[in-house]
């Protein structure tokens, strides 16, 4: 554990709930192996109170950033005065940097962390069918990451209509050639990549985010949630003999580009 001094670089994580977040382990393991003076902790901000906490710490002088997670992607963008493009494509951001005049510069590297995590296992994309089933700050940057790999199509869901809507005309008016269709909960056997981008599976007794029944023997059953590491979706998938790919592996992909945002390690 990084030995906290009056020197000591601070990274707060901000989200609701927290308890299931990954981001401390990671993150401090990350400034020990690269012998930097910081340390990441989780702090427990409801969707109503953001804007209060994120004003406050932008007087804290010693605060490095804040790591945004569900349910806040979406809002923190609006609270930054810069943008990176992927927050500025996506319309949301999941890290703010704190500048020297105390504004904030925000940057999403869900999206790219995804599909670097893919990749990592040998997953190609290209020429590919997803079902993105979420279309909240997570599931709007995979579908752009997405549309940069190269995927040949795209099926959509959200309970929110208008969340869906949304981003369905975003990812059309790329002009990417990507098929961008508006579908329901549930995997087909054309989809090589399925992807449960809500937060369904966090908590005990929440309802199965999507339906498995007609998937694929080749699908890859993707969760983006961290804790549990194996969601009831992905234990559901595993005894259909499909292939599974946990949230970790986004987080895991996304730590030393974000720390490398945040100014506290060298960029690569």
């Known amino acids: 554990m990084t030995q906290i001094d009056g020197e000591t670089r601070i990274v707060a994580i901000l989200g609701d709930p927290i308890a299931q977040a990954k ?8 400034f020990e192996r690269h012998g930097v003076n910081a340390a990441l902790v989780p702090f427990h901000v409801p969707a109503t109170s953001l804007g209060t906490v994120l004003e406050g710490l932008r007087g804290v002088v010693n605060l ?11 809002q923190a963008a609006a609270h930054a005065t810069h943008l990176s493009a992927a927050a500025q494509q996506t319309g949301a951001a999941n890290c703010l940097r704190r500048e020297a005049d105390g504004s904030w510069t925000g940057a999403m590297f869900d999206g790219s962390g995804f599909v670097s995590g893919l990749y990592g296992r040998g997953r190609e994309m290209r020429g590919k069918s997803a079902l993105i089933v979420g279309t909240g700050g997570a599931g709007v940057a995979v579908a752009h990451a997405l549309i940069d790999a190269g995927i040949a199509s795209i099926d959509l869901f959200d309970s929110n209509s208008a969340s869906l809507q949304r981003l369905a005309q975003a990812l059309r008016a790329r002009g990417s050639g990507t098929v961008i269709r508006e579908s329901v909960a549930r995997a087909q056997a054309v989809h090589d990549l399925v992807v449960n981008a809500t937060p369904c599976g966090m908590r005990p007794g929440d309802p199965m985010p999507l339906d498995l029944a007609d998937a694929g023997p080749h699908a890859v059953i993707a969760d983006l949630i961290m804790k549990p590491a ?7 998938a595993k005894a259909r003999g499909l292939a599974v790919h946990p949230g970790r592996y986004l987080l895991e992909n996304s730590v030393e580009a974000m720390a490398a945002f945040l100014r506290l390690i060298a960029s690569t």
Request: charged share 15%; no cysteine.
């Open 64 to 74: 490095a950033g804040v790591v945004v997670t569900v349910p806040h992607k979406l």
């Open 230 to 236: 194996e969601t009831p979706l992905l234990e559901e």
């Open 23 to 30: 981001s401390p382990q990671l993150f401090n393991a990350l």
